[in-house]
């Protein structure tokens, strides 16, 4: 059974704080692992994957991941109130479908 | 970038009918689309993985006869909920998958069923 797992929240944070967003999945044979952002009653809207162990950035984003550990984190710098909504982790494992995981909601207070 | 668009946005049907939702890749070709479900407050959960020209794959614990899945062509699939009941409301959301992109999501398709 493929697990996603993440802490529903909310976690808030004030404005201009860093926002850290943390998964673990289950299959080790995971290979491609991604962040959605799903604001409440709209379908859910990528905003980065990674691949490999290690950092990346993308503007005020960044993801990171460790396989060994399994585990897999979005870092939000700057949050902004336009941040909030709940982020999903989502895991595929060669090419099997995305496993999505609860999602944790995120406030971010002006 | 890639886009997918579902239709009806919202629809309010009676208990024992059925309703059609729509997915279309719009500027893709997507030979793979995926059905999913979400409650309040839940994740997505995959409910069938339909294939271009084949028969869905259904996850297990989702009916086949009651969600029917059709990918006639490359750029459409569509899903029936058909005898709808009251605990079939949900959020349903297809997606695409293409190679540049990788999955695309519609804009969901709130069901009530009354």
């Known amino acids: 059974q493929k697990e996603v797992e993440q802490n529903s929240g909310p976690l808030s944070v004030p404005e201009g704080a860093i926002a850290s967003l943390n998964c673990t999945y289950s299959?080790?044979?995971?290979?491609?692992f991604f962040w959605y952002r799903q604001y409440s009653g709209k379908s859910p809207e990528l905003i980065m994957f990674i691949y490999s162990n290690g950092d990346k950035e993308d503007g005020r984003f960044t993801a990171q991941l460790n396989k060994a550990s399994q585990y897999v984190s979005l870092l939000i710098r700057d949050s902004q109130p336009s941040d909030s909504a709940t982020y999903l982790c989502?895991?595929?494992?060669?090419?099997?479908?995305?496993?999505f995981g609860k999602g944790t909601m995120l406030l971010v207070s002006p | 970038g890639a886009v997918v668009s579902q239709h009806p946005s919202r629809v309010i049907c009676k208990s024992g009918t059925s309703v059609k939702i729509e997915c279309r890749s719009l500027?893709?070709?997507?030979?793979?689309m995926f059905w999913y479900r979400q409650f309040p407050k839940q994740s997505l959960m995959l409910m069938a993985t339909s294939n271009e020209g084949s028969k869905a794959t259904y996850e297990q614990g989702v009916e086949k006869d009651k969600f029917l899945i059709n990918h006639a062509s490359l750029t459409l699939s569509t899903l029936t909920v058909t005898s709808a009941h009251p605990e079939d409301s949900s959020f349903y959301i297809c997606s695409a998958r293409d190679n540049i992109y990788g999955y695309t999501f519609g804009s969901g398709t709130r069901l009530t069923v009354v």
């Open positions: 989502a895991v595929i494992a060669g090419y099997s479908t995305l496993t």
């Open positions: 500027d893709f070709q997507a030979t793979t």
């Open positions: 299959d080790r044979g995971s290979q491609s």
